[in-house]
T-cell receptor, first 112, second 117 residues
Framework: KNQVEQSPQSLIILEGKNCTLQ??????????LRWYKQDTGRGPVSLTI?????NTKSNGRYTATLDADTKQSSLHITASQLSDSASYIC???????????FGTGTRLKVLA | GAGVSQSPSNKVTEKGKDVELRCDPI?????LYWYRQSLGQGLEFLIY????????KSGLPSDRFSAERTGGSVSTLTIQRTQQEDSAVYLC???????????????FGPGTRLTVT
């Protein structure tokens, strides 16, 4: 069964600190992996997308990594800001389908 | 340009009533998805429209749920005889095309928060 699991479920850090969120998936055959940021009361917004051949992708202070062999991805946030407080969702697409498999997300809270 | 819009943003209804949720996709996007997001759960696929093709309704949880997309643009999700377990955020997303492997970016609306009392 195609699944996407994220950890931790929630995380609290102080402003200025770094953090890393994890995503493990069993989706096959793999096509691409996206990380989304979802602010409270808003729809998810894409941060990064990686295909099989890419193992790192950056978007400002956000850096995603992908290990297609172990089926693991991480999202590293550098020098966190209060505005980073949100849910971060890992989404995987399989080749041959238009459907997306969503993780349950990591809820991040950045404190001043 | 304008993003995906949804209305209403919040809806409180009594158990047993019918509700209609509306989604206006980005102009020119042929693919449209409806998802349900319950507290602590990942987004659950409900239905997918692609151009003039027959929709994929495989994610609809019961026959109380239905959706249509008129003229390839606006979509309406209808829930009949609402139950308390229908309470959730309903998200709509559109993309340029629903090609194999999710090649195109999905753009999400802000969602409709449905509360069934």
């Amino acid at each position: 069964k195609n699944q996407v699991e994220q950890s931790p479920q929630s995380l609290i850090i102080l402003e200025g600190k770094n953090c890393t969120l994890q995503c493990n998936y069993t989706v096959s055959p793999f096509s691409n992996l996206r990380w989304y940021k979802q602010d409270t009361g808003r729809g998810p917004v894409s941060l990064t997308i990686m295909t099989f051949s890419e193992n790192t992708k950056s978007n400002g202070r956000y850096t995603a990594t992908l290990d297609a062999d172990t089926k693991q991805s991480s999202l590293h946030i550098t020098a966190s800001q209060l505005s980073d407080s949100a849910s971060y969702i890992c989404v995987v697409s399989a080749r041959g389908t238009y459907k997306y498999i969503f993780g349950t997300g990591t809820r991040l809270k950045v404190l001043a | 340009g304008a993003g995906v819009s949804q209305s209403p943003s919040n809806k409180v209804t009594e158990k047993g009533k019918d509700v209609e949720l509306r989604c206006d996709p980005i102009s020119g996007h042929t693919a449209l998805y409806w998802y349900r997001q319950s507290l602590g759960q990942g987004l659950e696929f409900l239905i997918y429209f692609q151009g003039n093709s027959a929709p994929d309704k495989s994610g609809l949880p019961s026959d109380r749920f239905s959706a249509e997309r008129t003229g390839g643009s606006v979509s309406t999700l209808t829930i009949q005889r609402t139950q308390q377990e229908d309470s959730a955020v309903y998200l709509c997303a559109s993309s340029l095309a629903g090609t194999s492997g999710g090649a195109y970016e999905q753009y999400f609306g802000p969602g409709t928060r449905l509360t069934v009392t």
